[in-house]
Every structure is written in structure tokens, then in C-alpha cells.
């Protein structure tokens, strides 16, 4: 993959782009086709809004008193997660599969687009889709669970943040070993259940075992979840949000490498 760069390029009627431009102008492309796509739009804007409701059932029979939370701050970061799984990485697996298996990826390899501009502006319209839908979320469940004013609110801000850059990151890393549209419905779901059930998302982590709790806390989607939970409740120490950013960020750069080195622009075949 090629660095990016800051510096305009000229195209040959004379015409100088910059980066931001042509990301921008591949978002719109890509927006356009996305909100063609009846199954992507049910994926990743119906589920993560109807999840919710099942954790707020769930959260009915936990004792979350011991965990120190309210259905509150249980519902609230597993809506961030639902977000961040089906609108920005399950979304933007099917999105890289389908333009690669197109030759849209190859073909806009062969223009003045670099390939982090490719990947990036092609992630775009996910991306500001599970944003907006983290917020309304967040807003809603505010309402609707009596939930008061953050606690750290910059918590929750660097968790949402982290969470949309490693959900995309994530998304490219498994569309490079998924083959075909019809199989990028499938090769998500490992990261999606294992996520749900060992991230924090319907069963604090507070209420399993020590030893299971120290594993699904190096789960990718577990900082996120605690982050955001913790930028509400307070109760993260410096260390403890030291330790979800870090392994948040080790994910993300993971991810990346793994998408310099073994990214496919072209159908497998």
C-alpha cells in the first residue's frame, strides 16, 4: 500500500486535486451505491437499533448493583458496540468485497488515488453513518434510562473515536481473505459473536470469572465498551484507560499492517 500524501496532484486537463478532495468525491460514489443496497441499509441501520432492546431485557435479570452499573450504563455502550459491528465493520467488509470482486478497486488503483485514499473514502459513508447512529443512541438512551451527564465525557469521546478507526480497519483486514459478496455475509460473524458475548456488551465483564474477564479483556471491541461505559460511570482510574487505549490502539495498528501486507485489489479467484 502506498503512503498517503498531503501534496495536490494535477490532473492532465490541468485540474489540481488534493487527498481530502478525492476522498470526498469517492465517499459521494460510494454513498450513492450503498443506499442502493437494501440488505446493507437493514444490517447496519435496523439491527443495531432493535440490539438495544434485548440488552435492556437481559439487564432486567442481571444483579448489576455488584457490578456497580445501572441498566443505564449497560445499554448504553452495547448500543455504541451494535453501532460499530453492523453499521461500520460488517457493512464495510461486504462494501471492499463486492467493489474488489467488481474491479472498482482495480480500476481506481490505476488513477491519481493512492490506495489508503481508496480504502479511507470508500469507508467514509459507513463510517459517518455509524457516527450519527452512535449519537442518536447515545441521545436516546440517555433519555429513555434516566441516564445523567457523563462523568468523562472525554472517555466516551476517545472510545467512540477509536472504536469507528479499528471497526473500519478491522472491516479491510476481513475482506482480504473473504472471496466472494455472498461469503462476506458470513466471515464476519466470528468477530461479531465473540465481540457480543465477551466484550462487555450484554454481560459486564465484572460478572465473569477473574480469569475469563483477563482473556475478553484483550478482545478488540472490550476498550471501546469500557471506555465508553467509563465516560459515564467515572469509575476509571488513569491506568485502567491507559490500558483500554493501548490495546485499542495496538488492534488498530495490528489491523493496519496486516491490511499493508496481505490487502487483495484484485478477485480472487
Known amino acids: 500500500m502506498s503512503t498517503p500524501t498531503t ?41 443495531p ?26 445499554v448504553l455502550p452495547a448500543a455504541v458496540g451494535f453501532s460499530l459491528l453492523f453499521a461500520v465493520y460488517s457493512t464495510l467488509v461486504g462494501v471492499y468485497v463486492v467493489r474488489r470482486e467488481e474491479l472498482v478497486l482495480k480500476r481506481l488503483r490505476t488513477g491519481e488515488l493512492r490506495d489508503a485514499e481508496i480504502l479511507a473514502g470508500s469507508a467514509l459513508p459507513a463510517v459517518l453513518t455509524g457516527l450519527l447512529q452512535c449519537l442518536l443512541l447515545i441521545a436516546g438512551c440517555a433519555v429513555l434510562l434516566d441516564l445523567s451527564a457523563p462523568s468523562a465525557p472525554h472517555l466516551a469521546v476517545l472510545g467512540l473515536l477509536l472504536g469507528l478507526v479499528l471497526s473500519a480497519a478491522l472491516a479491510a483486514v476481513t475482506a482480504s ?8 455475509q458470513v466471515t464476519p460473524m466470528p468477530l461479531l459473536i465473540v465481540s457480543m458475548l465477551g466484550s462487555g456488551m450484554f454481560v459486564p465483564l465484572e460478572l465473569f470469572p477473574d480469569r475469563l474477564a483477563s482473556v475478553c479483556e484483550l478482545l478488540p471491541l472490550t476498550p471501546v465498551v469500557s471506555l465508553v461505559r467509563g465516560g459515564w460511570t467515572g469509575d476509571l482510574s488513569a491506568g485502567e484507560s491507559l490500558g483500554a487505549v493501548t490495546i485499542a490502539l495496538a488492534w488498530t495498528v495490528l489491523a493496519v499492517f496486516a491490511v499493508r501486507r496481505r490487502f487483495r485489489w484484485e478477485p480472487r479467484r
Open 177 to 184: 481473505f473473504t472471496r466472494t459478496g455472498e461469503s462476506a
Open 49 to 74: 437499533l432493535v440490539l438495544p432492546l434485548s440488552v435492556r431485557s437481559a439487564a432486567e435479570e442481571m444483579d448489576l448493583a455488584e457490578a456497580g452499573l445501572t441498566p443505564g450504563t449497560l
Open 7 to 47: 501534496t495536490p496532484t494535477t490532473t492532465p486537463a490541468g485540474t489540481t486535486t488534493t487527498p481530502a478532495g478525492r476522498m470526498t468525491s469517492l465517499a459521494r460514489a460510494e454513498l450513492t451505491l450503498l443506499g442502493r443496497s437494501k440488505g446493507a441499509l437493514v444490517a447496519g441501520l435496523f439491527v
